[in-house]
């Protein structure tokens, strides 16, 4: 099997899966003119996408990937919160689970888009941008990323479900704190050490990144946990299959495009390296290591 057929079964699973979730979801959301609010979204998500690779691929950049992905959560939400405004009167949660999104998509879009164009280029993309069917299948695989991601979200906002929990609320909003306190912490140490010039080619190994070789991962896990636990009590019925958001995540970022991607690039640059060997022996991946008083 050449590439670019392994491209083109990509775009279509990756949308098609998201798709099988939107048509079993679609009769508990509330109707747009008989038409499911969660299929709307759907189209949205990945039309912005589609839309904006085109103008990607003709001019061969990347640096609007990112701001493009936070874009299109701020644009779901924000019209799932919209929509539920049209049926009902919006409640204190509704609210709150729109503030978590929004709040984490403006502050991560922001710091990676800052980051390319601080950069230049992000070499993620170095040669797929050059390639129609590749380029267009990362693009897919990102509007999977945030229909996914944000599905029990909108699932909840959409429901025709009123009820909701407000311990559950206080628990979920509370780990999403957390979880997005470790990202923003994480995230800004590493910066700060790229930012020295005597640190150019070093790994980081200081702060939250001396427990965790990915602790911005650890936290965004988390906060998407928290996100799950204050949207679960809309939930109803078929609706609990929404809860693939946080797992979806958890493997996005453990076994497919986040840590192995890293830690390949970490060995290739710092793998014969005694230092970073010692590093990788004493900080656990994902979660700190226990360690033996």
């Given at each position: 099997?050449?590439?670019?057929?392994?491209?083109?079964?990509?775009?279509?699973?990756?949308?098609?899966?998201?798709?099988?979730?939107?048509?079993?979801?679609?009769?508990?959301?509330?109707?747009?003119?008989?038409?499911?609010?969660?299929?709307?979204?759907?189209?949205?998500?990945?039309?912005?996408?589609?839309?904006?690779?085109?103008?990607?691929?003709?001019?061969?950049?990347?640096?609007?990937?990112?701001?493009?992905?936070?874009?299109?959560?701020?644009?779901?939400?924000?019209?799932?919160?919209?929509?539920?405004?049209?049926?009902?009167?919006?409640?204190?949660?509704?609210?709150?689970?729109?503030?978590?999104?929004?709040?984490?998509?403006?502050?991560?879009?922001?710091?990676?888009?800052?980051?390319?164009?601080?950069?230049?280029?992000?070499?993620?993309?170095?040669?797929?941008k050059t390639s129609f069917l590749n380029f267009l299948m990362t693009w897919t695989i990102q509007g999977m990323w945030v229909f996914l991601t944000l599905l029990t979200v909108i699932t909840a906002m959409t429901s025709k479900?009123?009820?909701?929990?407000?311990?559950?609320?206080?628990?979920?909003?509370?780990?999403?704190?957390?979880?997005?306190?470790?990202?923003?912490?994480?995230?800004?140490?590493?910066?700060?050490?790229?930012?020295?010039?005597?640190?150019?080619?070093?790994?980081?190994?200081?702060?939250?990144?001396?427990?965790?070789?990915?602790?911005?991962?650890?936290?965004?896990?988390?906060?998407?946990?928290?996100?799950?636990?204050?949207?679960?009590?809309?939930?109803?019925?078929?609706?609990?299959?929404?809860?693939?958001?946080?797992?979806?995540?958890y493997l996005l970022l453990t076994k497919v495009s986040g840590i192995p991607l890293l830690e390949a690039q970490a060995i290739e640059r710092w793998g014969q390296d005694g230092a970073y060997k010692q590093y990788c022996d004493?900080?656990?991946?994902?979660?700190?290591?226990?360690?033996?008083?």
């Amino acid at each position: 099997m050449n590439n670019n057929t392994k491209h083109i079964i990509a775009i279509i699973c990756s949308s098609a899966i998201c798709l099988l979730f939107a048509l079993l979801l679609a009769s508990n959301s509330i109707q747009l003119e008989n038409f499911s609010a969660l299929l709307t979204l759907y189209f949205l998500i990945f039309g912005i996408q589609w839309i904006v690779f085109i103008p990607a691929y003709i001019f061969h950049t990347e640096r609007f990937f990112d701001l493009t992905g936070g874009l299109t959560y701020i644009s779901a939400a924000s019209l799932a919160l919209f929509w539920k405004s049209s049926e009902s009167e919006l409640t204190a949660y509704d609210l709150i689970l729109f503030l978590m999104v929004i709040c984490w998509a403006v502050r991560l879009s922001t710091f990676l888009f800052l980051r390319v164009m601080r950069a230049g280029e992000d070499t993620r993309f170095t040669t797929i941008k050059t390639s129609f069917l590749n380029f267009l299948m990362t693009w897919t695989i990102q509007g999977m990323w945030v229909f996914l991601t944000l599905l029990t979200v909108i699932t909840a906002m959409t429901s025709k479900n009123s009820e909701y929990s407000l311990a559950l609320l206080i628990l979920g909003s509370s780990v999403w704190l957390i979880g997005i306190i470790i990202e923003i912490v994480a995230d800004t140490q590493k910066s700060k050490f790229n930012s020295i010039a005597s640190n150019k080619g070093n790994f980081i190994s200081t702060g939250l990144w001396s427990i965790s070789r990915h602790p911005n991962y650890l936290g965004e896990i988390i906060l998407w946990i928290g996100i799950s636990i204050a949207a679960i009590s809309h939930l109803e019925g078929i609706q609990f299959i929404s809860l693939i958001s946080p797992l979806f995540v958890y493997l996005l970022l453990t076994k497919v495009s986040g840590i192995p991607l890293l830690e390949a690039q970490a060995i290739e640059r710092w793998g014969q390296d005694g230092a970073y060997k010692q590093y990788c022996d004493n900080t656990g991946v994902l979660f700190p290591k226990m360690r033996n008083k």
